[in-house]
């Protein structure tokens, strides 16, 4: 086992490219047992592609795990997303149970651990442990190039049907 965040960061990073190669918001998770190590659940978003609005990252990695211990608690594990969660996700963290969460980059537009809401300080029945920044850079990068990539595309498609 290793306790290095970094290492399991780059295994959400991984995933994150995927997302990206789907076209989709570049946001990869993974949930990991923290008494072996073991990665338990992993996921990406797949909103655009399922055309559905729960699938984000940290659910699906949360429903993975969930069916690898067989429940829905998630004791002894750790979440490590690309992005800071979403209310809805902060939401299931707390209700899975989930120890510890690492994230990377903040979102300055939905984030509910720092930068919108604090839903893990709330009298909540259950508060985990929250790690930011980790791989912060490469977290920021992925979603600033896919965003910018994103306007430019949509700038160049208006330009066309001006162009009509």
Known sequence: MTENPEFYMRHALAFAELAL?????????????????EIIGK???????????????ELIAIDEACKTLGGWRL???ALYVTLEPCPMCAGAIIQARIDEVYFGALDNKSGAVI???????LPYN?????????LEQECSAILSDFFRDLRARRKKQALARKAK
């Open 21 to 37: 190669q789907e076209n989709e918001v570049p946001v990869g998770a993974v949930i990991v047992r923290r008494s072996t190590g």
């Open 43 to 57: 996921g990406y978003n797949r909103r655009e592609n399922t055309r559905h609005a729960l699938a984000h990252a």
């Open 75 to 77: 004791p002894d594990c």
């Open 115 to 121: 930068s919108i809401e604090r839903m893990f300080s």
């Open 126 to 134: 259950y508060r985990p442990k929250i790690y930011n920044g980790i």
